[in-house]
């Protein structure tokens, strides 16, 4: 996906020093915006995945000990 033939398409559509503005219009235009806002919901979901694990395993460490009480 990235490589020469993207540089190339980049540098032929930069045509004057006020094309892309600002990192956020190149990262556009480059489609890698898409591809960073993926990779923020993909740390977001394991990170949910990893607190609900934590929560499940803490709770059901708890209850286990909670019940060998006499």
């Known amino acids: ?6 540089a ?3 540098l ?3 045509s004057h020093p006020g094309r892309f503005r600002s990192e956020s219009t190149l990262a556009a ?6 591809f960073a806002a993926f990779a923020a919901f993909a740390a ?4 949910t ?3 609900a694990f934590t929560a499940f ?5 708890f209850t286990a000990f909670a019940g060998t009480e006499s």
Do not use: K, V
């Open 57 to 61: 395993t803490a709770f059901t460490a």
């Open 8 to 10: 190339d398409q980049i």
């Open 1 to 6: 996906m990235w490589g020469p033939i993207s």
């Open 44 to 47: 977001f979901a394991a990170f």
């Open 12 to 14: 032929a559509s930069w």
């Open 29 to 34: 235009f480059t489609a890698f915006a898409a």
């Open 49 to 51: 995945a990893f607190a």
